[in-house]
């Protein structure tokens, strides 16, 4: 062994004796220095036994409504292309495009000189023939004439007021009156335009009343029928969304077998026409409405296990219950069992309590 190891070993055996003889007093250090650790970074017994700040309600009886939600859209309550029902040259508009108009009302009239000539002409007839039919009376109570010349002259006549009529039904059909109250929508044709029964003239619109046309899930056939009320909210002049009531008028004999879906359809009054058709609304359907419930906010309810649970504020603690649920709403759900009208339930904090913890209200509602 060189003297070089030599020296290098005797060093390491020094300085193992020399740790051996130092580690007592380091030990003991770091145990004097770990306490006030864990004294800094441990919870005071105060702040462990701090009450939880809650938010509470007392529970009372209330009307809990069971509704859908669908989309639909704004329907006029009849509407119609307006069309003459012959062919000829437009003399005569009368309507003003965007007016109101009256059932009757004469909107526009083509060219009828040659069938007011025709008229004319048969009409001149009419005290020659009714002569003629008087005198063959007056001859065949006389036994003057036989009873088949009386009635020639008789046949003449009809015919003559039969062909009077038929003129009169082709004048009527130079004319387009309104079939309906409405609104009546943007001309097509211009006075002189030549006009035939494909020509449309102008649309006529009645919007007072309303429908609203929505489908619903097949689910839902048997509960909505002829008289449920809806709700359709619709964008209003402002931006905001105004609701509307309006009640089913006729439902769709079968389900759709591609959508599954009912189709339905509701009418409004708008009284004031300020709903147009055309326009996308949503539907709102109560579907039934249970009267004396225990409802629950959503965020009270804990569900563990298959089961569901609440918290009570009871004597300053929160006190665990099992509920029984029943219909479910936007924000809240309908309890069958456990609770009672009366009850003061913890709303607020509701995953971090446990049995038995100190809570204080914060607030009641």
């Known amino acids: 062994m060189t003297k ?43 702040a462990r036994n701090r009450p939880l700040n809650i938010n509470a309600e007392i529970l009372k009886y209330q009307s809990l409504t069971d509704k859908t939600i669908s989309t639909g859209s704004t329907l006029p309550d009849e509407e119609v292309d307006l069309s003459f029902e012959t062919s000829g040259k437009v003399v005569e508009i009368y309507f003003e495009e965007g007016s109101h ?24 007839q009419i005290p020659l023939a009714k002569d003629r039919v008087y005198r063959q009376r007056t001859l065949l109570a006389r036994d003057a004439v036989s009873q088949e010349a009386f009635e020639q002259v008789s046949t003449e006549y009809e015919k003559l007021m039969a062909d009077i009529d038929l003129v009169k039904a082709h004048i009527a059909q130079t ?11 943007l001309r097509e044709v211009s006075e002189g335009a030549y006009a035939s029964p494909t020509v449309r003239i102008a649309t006529l619109t009645k919007i007072k009343p309303i429908k609203i046309d929505f489908s ?26 105004e ?25 409004y009054p708008n009284e004031r026409e300020n709903i ?32 569901n649970r609440v918290y009570l504020y009871k004597s300053g603690k929160a006190e665990p219950v099992e509920v029984a649920i029943g219909l479910r709403t936007e924000s809240h759900i309908q309890v069958l069992e ?7 339930l913890i709303i607020s904090g509701v995953m971090q309590l446990r049995t038995g913890i100190a809570v204080t209200i914060d607030n009641l509602y």
């Open 175 to 185: 004319e387009l009156r309104a079939p309906f109250d409405g609104i009546i929508g």
């Open 4 to 46: 070089r190891v030599k020296w290098s070993v005797t060093a390491v055996i020094l300085l193992f004796i020399a740790g051996m003889a130092l580690y007592p007093k380091i030990k003991n250090r770091l145990r004097s220095a770990t306490p006030e650790k864990e004294a800094k970074t441990a919870p005071s017994p105060a």
């Open 338 to 344: 456990g609770l009672s009208a009366g009850d003061t």
């Open 216 to 241: 619903i899930p097949e689910s839902y056939s048997s509960e909505v029928k002829k008289g449920t009320r809806i709700v359709f909210r619709i964008e209003g002049p402002t931006g905001l969304m």
């Open 101 to 124: 108009v009256k059932k009757g009302d004469l909107l526009a009239k083509i060219n009828d000189k040659p069938l007011q000539a025709e008229l004319k002409k048969l009409e001149a």
């Open 276 to 307: 147009v058709p055309g326009r996308y609304t949503s539907v709102e359907i109560t579907r039934r409405e249970i009267k004396n419930a225990i409802a629950i906010p959503s965020e009270a309810l804990i569900p563990e296990m298959g089961k």
């Open 243 to 267: 609701d509307h009531a309006a009640t089913v008028y006729a439902v769709e004999s079968k389900v759709d077998s591609d959508t599954r879906t009912l189709k339905v359809r509701a009418i």
